[in-house]
């Protein structure tokens, strides 16, 4: 008889920011199961943000990072639990530490287009297998930064491949809606509330003067933050609140007949590959602002709201980057603190006229594909939703998968 293979252990971390890098975590171990995953062991690093996100995944254990990573208590754990490769979703430092512990490291780059000469610092270029996410469109200066990596290779979307799907075509009177706010504790924000203070009550003000019924508050914002916002404005008459794992986030996405969500990337394309209707809220990172763009540019019509000037311009984001991102991020964020503390009516209100009109505009373009009035017999075709996630593909997942499989041979 033969011995049954020998189980082996593969660590898995995200950055530590928002909840991106844990949903494509989740769908790479998705993908895992049907690929020789049996006989992967898994443990998470750090990631402590997105476990929630992961509580359907089968990782066996947590291990927490000191905030002043210790190339020790790493070493220690690697030798500890035999790690004998890495699948990392965008913490450049924790994939080059790994390779510093002899661990091979798959790295996941969802990113590619924000980089700048700036941030080759922060990027591990030399290991093993980095995959680059597809995107819209990649710059000139993220374009010279991966031409230095030295394993490169380019994936779709790392999105769940098949799973949950729409039961019903968009409506132009939407009811039920999603509204998900991501990416808020970024490393750098000494008060990320900023910007849900700001964005939570006119979003859900706007959905209740949209008509909208039922509505669920989703993302990486606390229960008790979101009851006090949801507390402090006139609301849909059902709203519910809370934090949903990758596959009931999945479900509930395809259920919605709209999304209102901060421009994550994973969110985004998810909702493309549902063709769920999607209205982008106002942006609170430097990818965020691509983000928003590449979806426009996809769908052919913009469904971004966007901040007041007085807030920050986008324009003058981008132009930061150049020397770095985080160069970018302390405009972007000073300017949300700013709004916060001293413009928060002001601020507050733009958005929610801006979402009332993205929501009439979504509701003008769904009912778009019935005949007109002045044309009978024509029609005009709607936006197409999953315009986007089908420009780079669905196979994500399960190349990164593959890429992880084979460094294991």
Request: charged share 20%; with cysteine; glycine share 10%.
């Amino acid at each position: 008889m033969r011995a049954k293979a020998e189980t082996r252990t593969v660590a898995v971390a995200g950055v530590e920011f928002g909840w991106g890098s844990s949903g494509k975590l989740s769908a790479v171990l998705s993908a895992l199961r049907g690929a020789g995953g049996d006989r992967l062991r898994f443990i998470g690093l750090a990631s402590g943000l997105g476990r929630s996100v992961l509580a359907e995944q089968p990782v066996e254990r947590w291990f927490d990072l000191p905030d002043t990573r210790s190339d020790a208590e790493l070493r220690r754990i690697v030798q500890a639990e035999r790690v004998e490769a890495a699948l990392v979703v965008l913490d450049g430092g924790l994939a080059k530490a790994l390779r510093a512990c002899g661990v091979p490291v798959v790295f996941v780059d969802s990113l590619p287009f924000l980089w700048t000469d700036g941030d080759r610092a922060d990027l591990p270029l030399d290991v093993e297998v980095y995959c680059a996410q597809r995107c819209v469109e990649l710059p000139r200066e993220g374009a010279r930064v991966l031409a230095d990596v030295h394993h490169l290779r380019w994936v779709d979307a790392v999105i769940v491949d098949g799973g949950a799907t729409r039961s019903t075509a968009p409506t132009p009177h939407p009811r039920r809606a999603l509204l998900n706010l991501g990416g808020l504790r970024a490393p750098q924000l000494t008060d990320w509330a900023g910007y849900p203070r700001l964005v939570l009550p006119a979003a859900l003000e706007a959905l209740t003067a949209s008509g909208i019924t039922e509505v669920h508050v989703a993302g990486n914002l606390p229960a008790w933050l979101a009851a006090q916002l949801v507390d402090s404005c006139v609301h849909p008459a059902t709203t519910t609140v809370g934090a949903l794992p990758h596959e009931a986030f999945l479900r509930r996405l395809a259920e919605c007949d709209v999304l209102l969500t901060s421009p994550g990337l994973t969110t985004l394309l998810e909702a493309g590959q549902l063709g769920t209707p999607t209205v982008c809220l106002p942006p609170q990172n430097l990818s965020q602002i691509f983000n928003g763009r590449f979806h426009s540019q996809a769908l052919g019509i913009d469904m971004r709201v966007r901040w007041p000037e007085e807030v920050f311009d986008e324009d003058e984001a981008l132009a930061l980057r150049t020397h770095g991102e985080r160069k970018a991020l302390d405009l972007i964020h000073s300017g949300i603190a700013r709004a916060a503390d001293l413009g928060r009516h002001r601020t507050a209100t733009a958005v929610r006229q801006g979402l009332v009109e993205k929501l009439k505009r979504l509701a003008d373009v769904s009912g778009s594909d019935t005949p007109g009035s002045d044309a009978p017999g024509l029609s005009t075709p709607g936006p197409d939703w999953t315009a986007m996630t089908r420009a780079v593909g669905t196979a994500g997942a399960a190349q990164v998968a593959d890429a992880l499989v084979q460094l294991m041979v």
